[in-house]
């Protein structure tokens, strides 16, 4: 047997037993309470981050909590060969609140997408499309599983795990006339596949005229408009789905992280054109549409809904854009500030990588994504106090770390 390679061994692991796939801060976070969170050795942070726009309700909603006791205590898991009453609870809410048809349910983001996927290949050979394909966009994320790494428009993402899966063709985000060519070359093409707000890649936001011409010729070609709204759905943007800003609908929309206020949910919610395309047979997933996730999705629903949450991201979202745009407005080294309710990307002109380490220095967490982006996902209840703290954290040390002489790009 080869002697382990030392190089691809972690340095020092705190967590000597699990798998090295990610670039961690060195602490550990043992509990929470609406936007706060503390470690292990007791310091407290503002949580700008919400687990990745998964923590809708903040820690230890006081309603979710006994919610999820209470199904707990009723019953976690049953297999879908049974009728599932809370799964057609929270299909028909999605359903209502997207004016959509029908939902599956899954337990991530890249399985919803994953599903997303097989509906528009299927969709195309029921129509007699030998080898169909997919619209993918530069700079998405949808996962990380071969097929959605493959959709995916990050090398970084897809190296190592060639061969691709194929059926894809790349454009340009909002570039009209880039798909305009693809439809009068490509005949096998089936559907669109693209984030309203592109979230890894750094908050790039699709505009609105470029989601109608995407409707309009979804129409015209009979493909399928497939929106991932796994990070930018939910309540983000101050609408349910960030699509409904355009007034437009997809066929088909991939949803997960918010929907279940951190249980594990994914969900793919279609319209009439998309909803049959799947049988019995067709597709499934042992634990998608669990009871105890369903009644996460019902009671994250609820909740926002009863506390106004829509209403509160978009206003405490405009309180932090305004706030990093009056105390950034001096720093040469700000590219863009990008807020969508509480999607919020700080552009810098180089990578900042580290910013993580000293925002969390400073009891805050934060993101950076696409090397030169600061990413603020917030739990949906963050205030407009606990906005004005994020500003008065965050802004010194982008200001402070602008002003230092650049170390490496
Ligand atoms: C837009 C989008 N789609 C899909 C995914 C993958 O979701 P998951 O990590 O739950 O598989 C992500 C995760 O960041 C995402 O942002």
Redo the contacts with the bound molecule.
Sequence with gaps: MNAPDAARLPAAAATPHVMNTYGRLPFALSHGRGCRVWDTDGREYLDALGG??VNTLGHAHPRLVPALQEQIGKMIHCSNYYQPPLQEQLAARLCELSGLSNAFFCN????A?EAALKIARKFGHDKGIERPEIIVYEKA????SIA?LSATGNAKVQAGFGPLVEGFVRVPLNDVAAIEEVANTRPGVVAVFL?VIQ??GGINATTTEYLRALRRLCDERDWLLML?E???GIGRTGKWFAHQWAGIQPDVM?L??GLGSGVPI?AVICGPRAAWVLGPGNHGSTFGGNPLAMRAGIETLDIMQADGLLANAATVGAALVAGFERELADSPGIVEIRGHGLMIGIELDRSCGELLGAAAEAGLLISVTAERVVRLLPPLILTLAEASEVVAILAPLIRDFLAAPVTSE
């Design positions: 990745i726009a991530s983001g890249l399985e997408n994320f949808h996962g990380r959605t984030e979230g890894e991932d796994v990070q930018c991939p997960a992280k994914g």
